[in-house]
């Protein structure tokens, strides 16, 4: 394969222990393809980058629980977005686990501002993949294959008229799914649990959604996936401080039997949940249904269970008079990237003093390097922004950062890698983005100054009309 040259301009100097920290911080940002252990070598950076056992792990289930399909500005779920970017991505876990398969998780995610987990439980428990490349847990697959042979499973099911093969994109490995009709599910479920295990498979059927019926090896679900995952981190001695499981139907019940976990089941829960956790886990106080929806219930268990900050930056309107305790060079640039939503808005005032305080915070010969390659100052950037006040006012047009990454690289200097989403009409785009912080003192609360933004297009997701700055 051909090798590519890189020259790398620093904005200042550095000393050669911080070239060779960026370096390393850079070659671990991008995809891994030259190590053939690859779920291992994604899952340890995964870990590493804690640097200590993950203040919160948050598991939750995505349709209806994380993303609200009636939410047609996905307000909710742009809440949580800014919380979690803002306050926890640097130190803590986001754990997505839903029924989709693989293709139908990608898609939602086309369809959807979500943000990318560290770790993915997908197809009911069956696959628990890692990092932006969704690598796949090769010790789970071992754990699954004891008394599983899918073509049993499709052989005896078949015998089954009730039963309607779902797409085969939701034909997995170790999952076979079928639709039936809810007056009609118990019986077949009984009917067909025992015609298997006469065939010698320890398989379970979950119903869930009233009408969708996935058959999986015993050991595999949202739950034991989970209970895997936890083991592994204690195993290993870095189990997670505290844990929130997070869901709305059937097939998220075994989250909530977890031991020693949170749970939220969120205001719009099915029928089939509540009525589960009535039957065995109504004593739980670990246990609440929230009384918001979706992504807004998940954030009203943080507070409710005193497991962090619970306050979205999303939510603060008045940017000048915000103020955080304990911030992480993270929050400054889901701050900035707000800010930079609700003036082209016009959610804000059309005023100096936010224009002037933007510029404070920057280094008056700090760069910005446009993904086009194009450089100027970031102190013309914001002068640049009297000219788009409220040009998307009352337009679907949205702004949102993922995977933000903030490393200290010397006693003074933060860089902070993330990508930077635009929802502009029903167009989409992103830019892999950098920033360099010098600070006056040597912790992260200390005032930072932006010193460089460096951004490059995200292939496959560039703009038709490109932007002078910030997308």
Same mark, same amino acid.
């Given at each position: 394969?051909?090798?590519?040259?890189?020259?790398?301009?620093?904005?200042?100097?550095?000393?050669?222990?911080?070239?060779?920290?960026?370096?390393?911080?850079?070659?671990?940002?991008?995809?891994?393809?030259?190590?053939?252990?690859?779920?291992?070598?994604?899952?340890?950076?995964?870990?590493?980058?804690?640097? =200590?056992? =993950?203040?919160?792990? !948050?598991?939750?289930?995505?349709?209806?629980?994380?993303?609200?399909?009636?939410?047609?500005?996905?307000?909710?779920?742009?809440?949580?977005?800014?919380?979690?970017?803002?306050?926890?991505?640097?130190?803590?876990?986001?754990?997505?686990?839903?029924? /989709?398969?693989?293709?139908?998780?990608?898609?939602? /995610?086309?369809?959807?501002?979500?943000?990318?987990?560290?770790?993915?439980?997908m197809?009911?428990?069956?696959?628990?993949?890692?990092?932006?490349?969704?690598?796949?847990?090769d010790?789970?697959?071992?754990?699954?294959?004891?008394?599983?042979?899918?073509? !049993?499973?499709?052989?005896?099911?078949?015998?089954?008229?009730?039963?309607?093969?779902?797409?085969?994109?939701?034909?997995? $490995?170790?999952?076979?799914?079928?639709?039936?009709?809810?007056? @009609?599910?118990?019986?077949?479920?009984? $009917?067909?649990?025992? $015609?298997?295990?006469?065939?010698?498979?320890?398989?379970?059927?979950?119903?869930?959604?009233?009408?969708?019926?996935? !058959?999986?090896?015993?050991?595999a679900? @949202?739950?034991?996936?989970?209970?895997y995952?936890?083991?592994?981190?204690?195993?290993?001695?870095?189990?997670p401080?505290?844990?929130?499981?997070?869901?709305d139907?059937?097939?998220?019940?075994?989250?909530?039997?977890?031991?020693?976990?949170y749970?939220?089941?969120?205001?719009?829960?099915?029928?089939? #949940?509540?009525?589960?956790?009535?039957e065995?886990?109504?004593?739980?106080?670990?246990?609440?249904?929230?009384?918001?929806?979706c992504? =807004?219930?998940?954030?009203?268990?943080i507070?409710?269970?005193? #497991?962090?900050?619970?306050?979205?930056? /999303?939510?603060?309107?008045?940017?000048?008079?915000?103020?955080?305790?304990?911030?992480?060079?993270?929050?400054?640039?889901?701050?900035?990237?707000?800010?930079?939503?609700?003036w082209?808005?016009?959610?804000?005032?059309?005023?100096?003093?936010y224009l002037?305080?933007?510029?404070?915070?920057?280094?008056?010969?700090?760069?910005?390097?446009?993904?086009?390659?194009?450089?100027?100052?970031?102190?013309?950037?914001?002068?640049a922004?009297?000219?788009?006040?409220?040009?998307?006012?009352?337009?679907?047009?949205?702004?949102?950062?993922?995977?933000?990454?903030?490393?200290?690289?010397?006693?003074?200097?933060?860089?902070?890698?993330?990508?930077?989403?635009?929802?502009?009409?029903?167009?989409?785009?992103?830019?892999?983005?950098?920033?360099?912080?010098?600070?006056?003192?040597?912790?992260?609360?200390?005032?930072?100054?932006?010193?460089?933004?460096?951004?490059?297009?995200?292939?496959?997701?560039?703009?038709?009309?490109?932007?002078?700055?910030?997308?």
């Amino acid at each position: 394969m051909k090798r590519q040259r890189i020259w790398i301009q620093f904005p200042f100097p550095l000393s050669l222990r911080s070239v060779y920290a960026y370096l390393s911080i850079t070659r671990n940002y991008f995809s891994l393809t030259w190590n053939p252990n690859r779920y291992s070598q994604v899952y340890r950076i995964i870990m590493d980058r804690l640097k =200590a056992p =993950a203040r919160l792990m !948050i598991v939750s289930d995505l349709d209806h629980t994380m993303v609200d399909h009636h939410d047609k500005e996905n307000l909710s779920l742009l809440r949580f977005n800014s919380l979690w970017e803002a306050n926890y991505r640097h130190d803590s876990l986001l754990v997505f686990s839903t029924g /989709r398969s693989p293709t139908l998780y990608k898609e939602l /995610r086309k369809e959807k501002p979500m943000l990318t987990p560290d770790i993915t439980i997908m197809s009911v428990g069956t696959e628990i993949t890692y990092g932006n490349d969704m690598v796949p847990d090769d010790g789970w697959v071992e754990v699954l294959n004891q008394k599983w042979d899918k073509n !049993i499973v499709k052989e005896e099911s078949s015998k089954f008229s009730e039963l309607k093969l779902q797409a085969e994109t939701e034909q997995r $490995a170790h999952k076979v799914s079928f639709y039936v009709e809810k007056d @009609k599910a118990q019986t077949v479920t009984k $009917a067909l649990s025992e $015609a298997l295990k006469q065939r010698g498979l320890d398989v379970k059927i979950i119903y869930s959604g009233g009408i969708d019926l996935d !058959i999986l090896p015993q050991g595999a679900g @949202k739950g034991q996936a989970l209970a895997y995952l936890l083991q592994k981190f204690k195993t290993e001695g870095h189990p997670p401080v505290n844990t929130l499981v997070c869901g709305d139907s059937g097939n998220d019940a075994e989250l909530f039997s977890i031991p020693e976990v949170y749970g939220v089941m969120v205001k719009n829960a099915q029928e089939e #949940l509540l009525q589960w956790h009535a039957e065995n886990a109504k004593d739980n106080k670990n246990i609440i249904h929230a009384t918001e929806r979706c992504a =807004a219930g998940i954030i009203q268990a943080i507070g409710h269970f005193s #497991l962090g900050p619970n306050l979205p930056p /999303r939510d603060v309107t008045d940017i000048s008079d915000c103020v955080v305790e304990n911030v992480n060079p993270g929050h400054n640039i889901v701050e900035f990237f707000l800010f930079y939503e609700k003036w082209r808005r016009a959610e804000i005032e059309n005023s100096e003093k936010y224009l002037a305080g933007v510029k404070a915070n920057c280094c008056p010969s700090a760069t910005y390097v446009h993904p086009t390659g194009n450089q100027q100052t970031l102190h013309n950037c914001i002068n640049a922004l009297r000219g788009c006040y409220g040009d998307k006012q009352g337009k679907n047009y949205r702004v949102w950062v993922d995977q933000v990454l903030p490393t200290q690289i010397d006693s003074k200097t933060w860089l902070v890698k993330f990508d930077m989403w635009v929802l502009s009409g029903e167009e989409q785009y992103a830019a892999r983005s950098t920033v360099i912080f010098s600070s006056k003192g040597e912790k992260p609360s200390d005032q930072l100054t932006w010193i460089h933004v460096h951004q490059t297009w995200i292939k496959g997701y560039e703009p038709k009309q490109v932007a002078p700055f910030f997308g």
